[in-house]
């Protein structure tokens, strides 16, 4: 099996759980942007290898990957490639035949559907080389995967949720862009930050992951009640150990304690934004972050 650092805990957990069964994991490393190279998964294959799982776009630094680029790698040598589109299926163009892949899953939840529900893609390529095995059994429902019966409510709410994202996907993906870039300006002149995360093509639009100076992200959550935001993955949030993704790209341990993860949604407004940079600017003051007295601005 071969995986990247920075993957979701539900992959990398997954990982764990194999290696411990007695399968070798191969976890590639990232560069300072959370980008995998195409180069070193080429490198990584080995005749035995039954499975990649690379991720369309990280859920803490929201970098895109290089999907297409190791899927020709892969596909190449003969072997699956799986893709967690979860987190950058909402706002990028998802074709599983431009990506290349022969497993891509993504939740409901992310794009306003119902919770519980998800989607498992499996190419025709995949299915008559390799069939999938149920991993649960004594029901034979989804071509014989699921042994229980069919959520109906929550899979005609994941449909409705695709079908009104599909719409007007290119549209909002632009206005997240101009709500991030109008918190960031506002941020930028009440308090020092330094950015975590990029903010052009190769990055999602919708979030973004900033450190404060002096500031403990743990703090500040407590400080900054009015505004929803996060020092790490959401679906890790009683985890108390830094985060495996900041980790990876190489960040100092006191950079990674006063960091927190922004990200806008369908329903934030312009006026959101600049009040949460309002309030989290209070926040890092009230919490012993950057002094008031330093250059307000943003580093580099």
């Not at 529900?117 to 069939?131: F, I, K, M, Q």
């Not at 403990?216 to 985060?243: F, I, Y």
Request: with cysteine.
């Amino acid at each position: 099996m071969i995986t990247t650092a920075v993957e979701h805990k539900s992959v990398l957990d997954t990982c764990r759980s194999l290696r411990a069964a007695g399968h070798e994991v191969t976890v590639l490393p990232v560069d300072a942007a959370g980008r995998v190279d195409p180069a070193a998964v080429a490198a990584a294959l080995r005749p035995e290898t039954a499975l990649v799982s690379v991720m369309l776009a990280n859920n803490e630094i929201a970098t895109v990957q290089p999907v297409a680029a190791i899927a020709e790698l892969t596909r190449a040598a003969g072997v699956p490639l799986h893709c967690d589109a979860t987190q950058g299926v909402g706002t990028l163009a998802v074709d599983v035949r431009a990506l290349g892949v022969d497993l891509l899953t993504f939740s409901g939840h992310k794009i306003y559907g119902p919770k519980g529900v998800g989607v498992l893609y499996v190419s025709n390529a995949l299915s008559d080389r390799a069939p999938l095995a149920p991993l649960l059994h004594g029901g034979g429902q989804e071509r014989g995967l699921r042994a229980g019966t069919l959520n109906t409510a929550a899979v005609i709410g994941l449909a409705t949720a695709v079908e009104l994202l599909a719409a007007g996907r290119e549209r909002e993906a632009a206005r997240l862009a101009g709500l991030r870039a109008w918190f960031l300006a506002e941020l930028a002149g009440l308090v020092p930050y330094t950015l975590n995360s990029g903010t052009d093509e190769g990055f999602l639009p919708q979030a973004v992951n900033l450190s404060f100076a002096g500031a403990d992200a743990q703090q500040l959550l407590l400080e900054v009640t009015e505004v929803a935001v996060s020092s790490g993955s959401a679906c890790n949030s009683s985890a108390q150990e830094p985060s495996h993704v900041l980790s990876a790209i190489g960040l100092a341990p006191e950079r990674i304690r006063g960091s927190i993860r922004v990200g806008f949604g369908r329903f934030s407004t312009e006026e959101e934004a600049v009040r949460a940079a309002r309030a989290l600017a209070a926040g890092v003051r009230a919490s012993g972050g950057v002094a008031a007295a330093q250059p307000a601005g943003r580093t580099a």
